[in-house]
């Protein structure tokens, strides 16, 4: 089946740098992938739909500058977050529809980030 | 606006079967997907139903739907303690499947 690979898996980084998120469909092209957060209360929060080839589509109160998504290819989008702050400390998920069924997501293992 | 509803939490004993409900307030729903998270992992698909079908089974699980009360249930049979994970609803919505996610509940389970 359709696979998501992540990665890192977790980074710890220090307060003021970037870090930056890989989400790559392996066995098949996904022209739109979704980044999540999830709170400590295991709420899941959708961020931002990444389109390949365009911009973005940021969800309500997510900072554009803080969360930076690229989706330069059909297999690869990437979540940056610029100087991070504690604050910033969260699980970070990526999905992708399945392209036999495009009303399931397939989702990525998760990135743990952590900000001291 | 559209909004699904889950308990946080559901304890049960090994062997019992557990029955996670959810429910949501949209009747224009398409589809609607439990997906089961173990601790530090992403999220796994476990079944979807079609919202003009009341029931699906597969193996352990079977899912109700009654869409006159807008009530979704999960019932696992025969829990085991791989079934410690916490377990999403989702409905989606329009042509493009948006999703609406519950906030998950974490099942226990007791030895």
């Known amino acids: 089946g359709a696979v998501v690979s992540q990665h890192p898996s977790w980074v710890i980084c220090k307060s003021g740098t970037s870090v930056k998120i890989e989400c790559r469909s392996l066995?098949?092209?996904?022209?739109?992938m979704f980044w999540y957060r999830q709170f400590p209360k295991q709420s899941l929060m959708l961020m931002a739909t990444?389109?390949?080839?365009?911009?973005?589509?940021?969800e309500q109160g997510v900072e554009k500058d803080k969360f930076l998504i690229n989706h330069a290819s059909l297999t690869l989008s990437t979540l940056t977050v610029t100087s991070a702050h504690p604050e910033d400390s969260s699980f970070y998920i990526c999905?992708?529809?399945?392209?036999?069924?495009?009303?399931?997501?397939?989702f990525g293992a998760g990135s743990r980030l952590t900000v001291l | 606006g559209e909004d699904v509803e889950q308990s946080l939490f559901l304890s049960v004993r090994e062997g019992d079967s557990s029955v996670i409900n959810c429910t949501y307030t949209d009747s224009s729903s398409t589809y609607l997907y439990w997906y089961k998270q173990e601790p530090g992992a992403g999220l796994q698909l476990l079944t979807y139903?079609?919202?003009n079908m009341d029931m699906k089974q597969d193996q352990r699980l079977t899912v109700l739907l009654n869409k006159k009360d807008k009530h979704l249930s999960l019932r696992i049979a025969d829990t085991q303690t791989g079934d410690s994970a916490i377990y999403f609803c989702?409905?989606?919505?329009?042509?493009?499947?948006?999703?609406?996610w519950g906030a998950g509940t974490k099942l226990i389970i007791k030895p």
């Open positions: 139903i079609f919202s």
């Open positions: 999905s992708a529809r399945q392209p036999v069924e495009a009303n399931v997501l397939t």
């Open positions: 066995d098949f092209q996904a022209t739109t």
């Open positions: 990444s389109n390949e080839g365009s911009k973005a589509t940021y």
């Open positions: 989702a409905e989606s919505i329009g042509s493009n499947y948006q999703l609406i």
